[in-house]
């Protein structure tokens, strides 16, 4: 039972997992520094507002505080175009870069030496202008 475990936690896409959740967890806390540091100043030096927190509505006297919700879009959009940009495209330009281009396959066909039609490679006389055709390629 305790071996059966072993074998799966030690498979490679448990410990790939766990890797990722753990490098997405500190990602996203650089990433919620960044927005409450960084960006929602800047934010505030445009609309004079220090942050999205404050933000809301009212219905019929319901108050819609949306201000977290737009500061976690805000937060996901930054942490989506951070790994697409620092992640995605380095690994796809790298794997791009080591896949070998597929080998072209042998030729089955040749060309007459009279009339530039097309043969099979073996043919030792063109089927359509009768001339003697030698060797492999012409």
Do not use: W
């Not at 951070?82 to 995605?88: G, I, L, Q, T």
């Not at 080998?103 to 063109?126: F, N, V, W």
């Amino acid at each position: 039972m305790l071996s059966g475990f072993k074998q799966f936690i030690l498979r490679g896409n448990v410990v790939d997992l766990a890797v990722g959740v753990v490098i997405g967890g500190a990602f996203g806390t650089i990433v919620t520094a960044l927005v409450k540091d960084i960006i929602n100043p800047v934010i505030a030096l445009v609309a004079g507002k220090p942050d999205f927190t404050g933000i809301s509505f009212a219905v019929r006297g319901t108050v819609f505080p949306i201000g977290d919700f737009i500061t976690a879009v805000v937060s996901f959009l930054l942490v989506a175009g951070a790994v697409y940009f620092f992640v995605v495209t380095p690994i796809n330009a790298l794997i791009a870069r080591t896949r070998k281009a597929p080998t072209p396959a042998d030729p089955t066909t040749k060309k007459c030496p009279e009339c530039l039609s097309e043969i099979p490679i073996d043919a030792r006389r063109c089927a359509h202008c009768s001339q003697p055709v030698m060797g492999k390629a012409a």
